[in-house]
């Protein structure tokens, strides 16, 4: 593995035991609007204390997250 991906994996995995919780919010890419994520910023929110990284499409980031 290179470093590059080594380092960001190390920043998404838990060192205690090695594993982590991803939220993905990627689905209105492939599917089209999905309900409840015409605004992500108020649908994502409220998860983000419960996971350790966010995978979200290009589209999706166009509307930033804050935590």
Known sequence: MDWG?????SRIL??????TV???VDHGYFLGPTHRLEDPRATIAPL???A???MLTRR???FP???
């Not at 838990?14 to 594993?19: A, E, I, L, S, Y």
Request: charged share 20%.
């Open 52 to 54: 350790d990284a966010v």
């Open 22 to 24: 991803m939220l993905a």
């Open 65 to 67: 997250v804050s935590g």
């Open 5 to 9: 991906l080594r380092n960001r994996i």
């Open 14 to 19: 838990q060192p205690q035991d090695g594993r």
């Open 48 to 50: 983000l204390p419960h």
């Open 60 to 62: 999706t980031m166009g």
